[in-house]
């Protein structure tokens, strides 16, 4: 889907273990959809693939719920990898946005 509020109607309709969502969508960003389908199914886990590797996106998208980022440069074995890592409950951040996040944390004495 290309819109953001047709993802959001189709996540709560069709229930899905994760989603891959991008940011820039009209209508409903991302991040806004992915912020209500992670308050309305607690079961649906979202992963954004996104070209958007500024600190300001992966830091909403965490706070929306978001439980992992990977970059749309990512190798397919990496997608899969991420997919199936979120959906057994754990988290995945492409590598240079893991490092930009260990990178900001401690810059705010976050990790000490």
Excluded at 12 to 34: C, H, Q, R, W, Y
Aim: net charge negative; glycine share 4%; aromatic share 8%.
């Amino acid at each position: 889907t290309t819109e953001g509020k047709e993802a959001l109607n189709k996540a709560l309709e069709l229930k899905p273990d994760v989603i891959l969502m991008d940011i820039s969508m009209p209508f409903m960003n991302g991040i806004d959809a992915t912020e209500i389908i992670t308050e309305q199914l607690d079961d649906t886990k979202v992963l954004i693939f996104s070209m958007h590797d500024s600190a300001e996106f992966v830091t909403s998208s965490i706070q929306a719920g978001a439980s992992g980022y990977i970059l749309k440069d990512t190798t397919s074995e990496e997608v899969y990898y991420a997919i199936k890592a979120v959906a057994n409950g754990k988290t995945h951040f492409s590598s240079s946005i893991a490092k930009m996040l260990i990178i900001n944390l401690s810059r705010y004495n976050i990790c000490s």
